[in-house]
């Protein structure tokens, strides 16, 4: 589902105590496209990468491109570092959104650079390089008069380390739901957290053991269900498992899985996206992987159970 112009489906308004932020001005069912908008300017990962003068210098020639009223809206966008850097450079470091991952760069928008954060956000922002647009997608259905959100910090950070993440870089002191849970429910989270996060570096170490690495994601898929998280990390997980399946010649359940990728990765980023276009190409032919064989071409002759709703399915599919 696209962003219809006509009918916008967010306003900027004031928030109490995170000063301006975005808000759903109607319901917004999970998938939908609520924003894509092209960046006042880049600043590049290699100009990044030396240092705060040259980014300065960087600023300063960028905004002199902009006409008066993209500099009035870049000079009004918030400043959480006061007069620890030059003003372009705080307003730059506050709003920032990297593009991509690993990023080319980070984009300063008018409207998306509004957008507040909570660790467990309603919606996932991505650089769509095809249409050089960021892109924020509901990730669960919003409903009218909510904040929309994104999370500023990576996944996985138990609270106490978000925490002392944001308040290092964007000064404040988070209070979204996941971080207002009940002391035992906080704790349940962080460990679930703590095990997805263990798992997501280990399951490549999982090698041609794919019972094994196949375990690990199905029990991270679980986790992230368990704790509300419907973001990139899933189709990233059933795209490992398509990998350990097309290492091993697999095409069976290599077929079913980059299908599962693919569908969650067109309700993340839209049906546009590079990440898209790219499962679109393997669930057409699952060969065309690169590591396609790599693990032995013992050519599995099973097809996937017809009923996809089965136990038996999602016993076959895991291996268990
Ligand atoms: C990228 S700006 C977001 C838009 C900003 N609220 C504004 O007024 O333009 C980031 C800043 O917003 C505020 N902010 C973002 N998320 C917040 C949250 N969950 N709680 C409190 N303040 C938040 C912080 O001041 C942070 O430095």
Redesign the pocket.
Known sequence: MAANNQQRLYDIVP?P?????VIATQDIAKGTRIMAEKPLFIVPTNVMERGNQVVEKHLTEKLKTLDKDQQRAFLS??N?HGTTFSPFLAICK??MLGLGSPPVGGGLFIEA??????CNPNTQNSWNSRISRETIHAVRDIKKGEEI?IS?IGHFAPYVERQSILKIK???????ELCSLPPDQRRASDERLATIHRLDQAILSAGSNVQLGLGMVRRMLSLLDDEGTYNSQVYRAYYDAFQMMAATDDKARAGELIRMALEHARTVEGNDSETVKNFERLAANPTRHMAWGLYGRKKTQETAPADKDSRAFKTWLWME
């Open positions: 928030i105590n995170k000063g301006t932020g966008l918030h959480c506050t709003n650079s509004r957008i507040n954060h909570a959100t500023y964007f000064n404040f002191d988070c209070a979204c």
